[in-house]
Nanobody, 130 residues
Framework: QVQLVESGGGSVQTGGSLRLSCQIS????????MGWFRQAPGKEREGLAA???????NYADSVKGRFTISQDNSKKMVWLQINSLQPDDTATYYC????????????????????????WGTGLQVTVSS
C-alpha cells in the first residue's frame, strides 16, 4: 500500500522560505507522478506543482517563479521549495501520488487536479505571518 508522509511545514514570516518534503513508502517501482496541493480554510484544494519520474514538471500559473518541485527517485522523496512566502500562502499543504500518469502536454492531464491522484498524504500546516 502506497503511503505518503509530509514534513517541513511550520510558521514563517512574510518573505521567508520553506521546503516541504514528501516521503513515498510501500512502492519500489520507478514510475510514478507526484503533486503538491494546498487548501486554505473555506477554499477549494488547488494544485500547485507536479513532477513525474522523468523529472518533467508542471506548475500552476499562480506559483511559477516562487515554487519549485523536485525529487530524488532513488529515495522516493519529493520536495516543494517555496520562496517569498506571503500570508495568502497560509494553508494546509498536501502531497499526492499516482502510479498511472499522463503527459503534462496532454489536453486532459495536467497533474494539478485532485482527480489525477489516488494516494494522498495527511497534510501539513504552513502559516505565514505579516
Amino acid at each position: 500500500q502506497v503511503q505518503l508522509v509530509e514534513s517541513g511545514g511550520g510558521s514563517v514570516q512574510t518573505g521567508g522560505s520553506l521546503r516541504l518534503s514528501c516521503q513515498i513508502s510501500g512502492y519500489t517501482g520507478r514510475s510514478y507522478c507526484m503533486g503538491w496541493f494546498r487548501q486554505a480554510p473555506g477554499k477549494e484544494r488547488e494544485g500547485l506543482a507536479a513532477i513525474d519520474s522523468n523529472d518533467s514538471t508542471n506548475y500552476a500559473d499562480s506559483v511559477k517563479g516562487r515554487f519549485t518541485i523536485s525529487q530524488d527517485n532513488s529515495k522516493k522523496m519529493v520536495w516543494l521549495q517555496i520562496n517569498s512566502l506571503q500570508p495568502d500562502d497560509t494553508a494546509t499543504y498536501y502531497c499526492a501520488a499516482d502510479l498511472i500518469c499522463g503527459g503534462y502536454g496532454d489536453a486532459f492531464y495536467s497533474g494539478l487536479k485532485r482527480s489525477d491522484y489516488t494516494y494522498w498524504g495527511t497534510g501539513l500546516q504552513v502559516t505565514v505571518s505579516s
